[in-house]
């Protein structure tokens, strides 16, 4: 894909948007659609339409979002998704909200993961996160009360 973008940047004479980097990954995915078998999420931040997100499901239909879920342990997060989810969230609301997100879905799917791992993108660069499995916000056998926006 890295090359994708870089032979894109050189034809248009500037990086590409979001837009264009989701719609080269659709070609990528769809032209390989019978050895290729994945959803992705292509999200970025880019001056001309600011933060986005788009989903590639396995069809290879691009379509802009406010957010997109995916992997093995989405299914079991959806309902908690359509309760808190909510545009508009500061920074720190949208990390809390994604780490508490991904703590459920881990703890109940066993192919989830057992680290946290996030990336914030915006017009200031990348900045990484990191939750260790021993600080995770929700366990099963002791959930802690999600309180939107203060954790």
């Known amino acids: 894909?890295?090359?994708f973008l870089a032979e894109h940047a050189i034809e248009k004479g500037e990086a590409p948007t979001?837009?264009?980097?989701?719609?080269?990954?659709r070609t990528l995915c769809y032209e390989n659609k019978d050895r290729l078998t994945a959803g992705i999420i292509v999200?970025?931040?880019?001056?001309?339409?600011?933060?986005?997100v788009y989903e590639i499901p396995l069809g290879g239909t691009c379509v802009r979002q406010g957010f997109a879920i995916g992997g093995s342990g989405s299914s079991y997060v959806y309902?908690?998704?359509?309760a808190n989810y909510r545009a508009?969230?500061?920074?720190?609301e949208c990390l809390a909200f994604v780490r508490h997100t991904l703590a459920h879905a881990m703890a109940r799917d066993g192919s989830s993961g057992g680290v946290i791992r996030t990336v914030v993108i915006d017009k200031n660069g990348v900045e990484r996160g990191f939750v260790p499995g021993d600080a995770?916000?929700?366990h099963l056998n002791k959930p802690a009360p999600y309180v939107f926006g203060t954790q």
């Open 88 to 92: 508009g969230m500061t920074r720190d």
């Open 18 to 25: 979001v837009a264009a980097a989701a719609k080269l990954f």
């Open 79 to 82: 309902g908690f998704v359509d």
């Open 136 to 138: 995770l916000p929700f």
């Open 1 to 3: 894909m890295r090359r």
């Open 43 to 52: 999200a970025g931040f880019d001056p001309v339409n600011g933060g986005s």
